[in-house]
Structures are given as structure tokens and as C-alpha cells.
């Protein structure tokens, strides 16, 4: 139905709300904005590199046009929002990333998943994997529900996290010897990046980098 409507409505630009444009000129000029800084975490950021990841890298700060673009990927059912992200986010990584054989989504839940029809980061894998020619797979699962993460603290936020991700079935051998790239809409503590990094290194990861759309900071 989600794919159906789609088809249907005309595109709305979730940041002005000119229609007709998917994300206009003007609301997308932000995704593109750190194209040409240094690969990295820039100097004075408080944000160490999360445990497990040997790169981090993300599009934008969290706020503005960005924040609308993603907000309606995830609960508006505007899907075809994974295109242009994921074009920045690819856009992203040809200028600041490593050489990686594979993209992975961070995984959402099932049942929030069953409720949109989409994951939202599994769309952003698949635009990013296109855009620099390697295979995106969704070989990572939420094992925990980890509820009520805004009422914690941070650190709280990311001891929950812990154990909360594993291999799907079957998938283990692809990732074995693999230079992975996670990909997630927005990263914030890192914690969810890092414990995905975690079980993908116990199965054998050679390494693992990860980008994002958008860093909350
Ligand atoms: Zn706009």
C-alpha cells in the first residue's frame, strides 16, 4: 500500500514543503555541506571514536531541512527520501571513506519495521551501497526491545544497548573476513554504531567503519 501511495502523491519537500521536489535545491544544500572537509571527526568535537569502529562519518548536523528529511523517512512513510540520502550519503563517503567490501544497516525492530513496511536504514544501505559500487545486505537483527531510551541517561542509554544486536542466520559467513560499512540514520552517542561493531568483529569482521546522514551533537 506504503509503495502504492507513493506512486500516487506528489512529492513534497519535508523541509519547505514546495511541492513537487523530493527534497528541494535550498533544503538539500546542507547534506553537501562537509564534502569538502577532512575525512574524520573534526578537531573540538567532544566525540571520541565509538568503540569498534575504525572510521565515522555523517553529512550533516542534526537540525533544520536534515532533521525534516529524516523525520519523514522514518514516520511519514516518505520513502523515496532514501534516494537523495543516500546519494549524500554516498556523496559522503567517495570523498572521506576507506575501502569497504559490504554496507550493513543498523537494525531497527521487527515490529517497528512491521508498522512502517520499510526500515529506514536498510533504504539508506541500499542508496549508499549503489552509489559506491558494493553490495548492501541486512545481515545484522535487534535481538532486545530497548524501550523508553529517552528517559536514560546516556551512559545508561548505551550499557542497554549492549547485547541488543546479532548475526541473522546464515549470514555469518559473509561478514567473516568482510570490510564492513554500517550505515544508520543518525548517530548520536554512537552506541547503537558500536554495538553493531561489536558482534560483526566477534564473527570474524576484518573492520568496521560507519556513516550516518546526520550527527547529533
Ligand atoms: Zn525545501
Redesign the pocket.
Known amino acids: 500500500m506504503h509503495a502504492l501511495l507513493d506512486l500516487l502523491l506528489p512529492p513534497r519537500?519535508p523541509?519547505?514543503g514546495?511541492e513537487g521536489e523530493l527534497?528541494?535545491g535550498?533544503?538539500a544544500r546542507p547534506l553537501a555541506r562537509r564534502l569538502a572537509e577532512p575525512p574524520g571527526i573534526p578537531i573540538g568535537l567532544d566525540a571520541p571514536l565509538p568503540p569498534g569502529l575504525i572510521h565515522l562519518e555523517w553529512c550533516a548536523r542534526f537540525g533544520g531541512?536534515v532533521r525534516d528529511a529524516l523525520h519523514a523517512l522514518k514516520y511519514r512513510g516518505e520513502r523515496r527520501l532514501a534516494g537523495p540520502l543516500g546519494a549524500a550519503l554516498a556523496a559522503r563517503w567517495r570523498a572521506a571513506g576507506i575501502a569497504v567490501d559490504l554496507v550493513i544497516p543498523a537494525p531497527v525492530h521487527a515490529a517497528r519495521r512491521r508498522e512502517r513496511g520499510y526500515d529506514q536504514a536498510a533504504e539508506l544501505a541500499r542508496e549508499l551501497g549503489r552509489g559506491i559500487g558494493r553490495p548492501a545486505a541486512e545481515l545484522l537483527e535487534r535481538t532486545t526491545q530497548t524501550l523508553a531510551l529517552h528517559d536514560q541517561g546516556r551512559e545508561a542509554r548505551a550499557s542497554t544497548l549492549v547485547g541488543a544486536f546479532r548475526i541473522r542466520e546464515g549470514a555469518a559467513s559473509r561478514v567473516a573476513g568482510a570490510r564492513i560499512l554500517l550505515v544508520d540514520d543518525i548517530v548520536t552517542t554512537g552506541a547503537t554504531l558500536s554495538g553493531c561493531a561489536g558482534v560483526l568483529l566477534d564473527a570474524g569482521a576484518a573492520a568496521v567503519a560507519a556513516i550516518a546522514v546526520a550527527r547529533e551533537m
Request: proline residues 22%; hydrophobic residues 10%.
Open positions: 519537500c523541509g519547505c514546495r527534497l528541494c535550498p533544503c531541512p
